[in-house]
């Protein structure tokens, strides 16, 4: 899963960027909105987290121009504790979720879990196939009741393939989904992993489809 981060503070960004890489998100920075503005038209983001009061384009009208191009990506809006009016604005403007600041970065991550299930049409934190389980809370999958240790670009592939399970998922959706901008893309890469998905899970729940793409099989 890949998310969006539009924040100018220096630090907060950074402690963003950090929580949401080790929650196993592959994470964009964007210090100022003309700069997230371009990345929300030509890259594709499971999620963002807005900050409104950011330079060269407020969040507001930032969020607003996204919407009325289409851009559909859950957006959570970061917000100044006891701007209400912000919080109404942001909401009329587009945004799925607003947290005021300072706030928890568990609370946070909880909620950007909850936005990406939702627009994936998975409201239970845990995402099952079968036998195989994919905590978003824990970041853990078990097989069995087995813990699989996956990497961070496995734990991806196969969490973006759990999130649309029973959808075919061309190879260039999942690379612009797992990787982050500034990654060298190979698109090949995907096959390896897959590849070693079905090593580590059993080959039955991960189907290719001929020209397509792959499939996660919803009751394999």
């Not at 929650?23 to 929300?40: I, K």
């Not at 612009?176 to 039955?204: C, M, P, W």
């Amino acid at each position: 899963m890949r998310v969006l981060v539009v924040e100018d503070e220096v630090s907060l960004a950074k402690q963003l960027v950090t929580a949401l890489r080790h929650a196993g998100y592959a994470v964009d920075h964007a210090a100022e909105g003309e700069r997230a503005d371009l990345l929300g038209h030509d890259e594709h983001y499971d999620a963002v987290v807005l900050d409104l009061g950011i330079p060269k384009m407020d969040g507001l009208t930032l969020l607003r121009r996204w919407r009325e191009a289409g851009q559909n990506m859950p957006v959570l809006v970061l917000t100044a504790r006891g701007s209400w009016h912000e919080k109404v604005l942001g909401i009329d403007s587009g945004a799925d979720d607003y947290m005021a600041k300072p706030f928890r970065m568990e609370e946070l991550l909880a909620r950007l879990r909850a936005l990406i299930r939702r627009s994936s049409g998975q409201l239970n934190p845990e995402l099952r196939c079968g036998p195989l389980v994919l905590d978003t809370r824990a970041g853990k999958v078990t097989l069995d009741r087995e813990e699989v240790r996956l990497t961070s670009h496995e734990f991806r592939v196969l969490s973006y393939l759990m999130h649309h399970k029973e959808r075919i998922v061309s190879q260039g959706e999942l690379t612009e989904h797992i990787y982050s901008q500034d990654f060298d893309r190979d698109s090949n890469t995907v096959e390896v992993f897959i590849a070693r998905l079905r090593r580590k899970l059993g080959s039955s729940f991960i189907e290719t489809v001929r020209g397509l793409g792959y499939r996660m099989k919803a009751g394999s």
